[in-house]
């Protein structure tokens, strides 16, 4: 708790102008009950953050997929939620992440159970609930598969049942706006406001800093899955294989996205904290340390020397 607070202090003295991007229902129902900023807003993003660092924390240990056990995952995946200013609110990414990682440990949770359709149902119908607050989470169905070619033996009827699981929240929802004469508003909030192709906003400077710092971190999680893999065992190392996925599913929804934001390379932030813990975990502690320090006054940096400017 302290760690999110420090990380995001500038949210309470800076001021910052912002929006969210990428129309959701959900998430457009959500601001307007508590809004997208003030206390509340702001409250209610860091009490997901420390949900999400146990459920990343929960997941690395149960499957053993760290070499030691520690609370690494959990620390750097707040740290990769706290890097940029865009990632500082309560953001649609921010609130779909906590589904995103509900679906993961529902999909861990299949490897070896010969049966488990409701597990595989849940994978998808908690992807779709992602999609009703930041519409791109809807790619995540490439990870959904390839999880599942990687975990299990190729059953087309699982394979239909985590897409029926993926657009049920979607069909619930549309029928409930059907009822109600709106079929039409569902249809433009959900899909028709979100669809684009290659549709990316400017931002000068400052973004191809912090566009740099995040490609840089994909390259070097890329080069070291020698190091993440050694030393697992075989279950281990399938798991660990599929937050690759998430990676491609990210690329893949930015390419369709309309007026994507800073803030899609919110949904980075379980697979980057996963593979940063790992490398951590294999440092020596002084440059450990030293490494994260910097890190950490790397991420203040760029929330405070714009404000100042």
């Known amino acids: 708790m302290f760690y999110i607070l420090l990380l995001r202090f500038s949210v309470f003295v800076a001021d910052f102008t912002w929006s969210p991007s990428g129309e959701g229902l959900l998430s457009n129902r959500l601001y307007e009950w508590i809004g997208s900023q003030g206390f509340l807003a702001q409250a209610v993003a860091i009490v997901l953050l ?3 660092g146990f459920l990343i924390n929960s997941i690395v240990i149960r499957n053993r997929l760290a070499n030691e056990t520690n609370l690494f995952p959990g620390v750097f995946y707040v740290l990769v939620s706290c890097m940029i ?25 299949t490897y070896k159970k010969p049966s488990c359709a409701d597990r595989i149902f849940n994978v998808g119908f908690w992807i779709g ?12 169905i490439i990870f959904i598969i390839a999880g599942l070619n990687i975990l299990r033996a190729f059953k087309i009827r699982e394979r239909l049942m985590s897409v029926i699981g993926l657009l049920s929240p979607f069909f619930l929802v549309g029928l409930y706006f059907f009822a109600i004469d709106q079929f039409d508003f569902f249809w433009e909030t959900q899909f028709t406001n979100n669809l684009s192709f290659f549709s990316f906003g400017g931002g000068g400077v400052n973004m191809y800093v912090k566009g740099m710092l995040f490609l840089v971190l994909i390259i070097y999680v890329i080069i070291g899955n020698r190091t993440y893999f050694a030393k697992r065992n075989f279950q281990s190392q399938k798991k660990i294989s599929i937050l690759y996925w998430i990676l491609v599913s990210v690329l893949a929804g930015a390419a369709f996205q309309k007026n994507i934001a800073f803030e899609h390379l919110l949904m980075l932030a379980p697979p980057l904290g996963v593979f940063l813990a790992f490398s951590f975990s294999e440092m020596k502690s002084q440059w450990s340390e030293s490494i994260h320090f910097l890190m950490v006054i790397g991420a203040l940096a760029l929330q405070f020397v714009p404000w100042l400017l």
């Open 129 to 140: 609930v992602a999609g009703l607050f930041y519409f791109p989470f809807l790619f995540y």
């Open 50 to 52: 420390v949900v999400q």
């Open 85 to 109: 200013p865009d990632f500082l609110y309560l953001s649609p990414v921010l609130i779909g992440n906590t589904f995103v990682l509900i679906a993961i440990i529902e999909l861990f949770s």
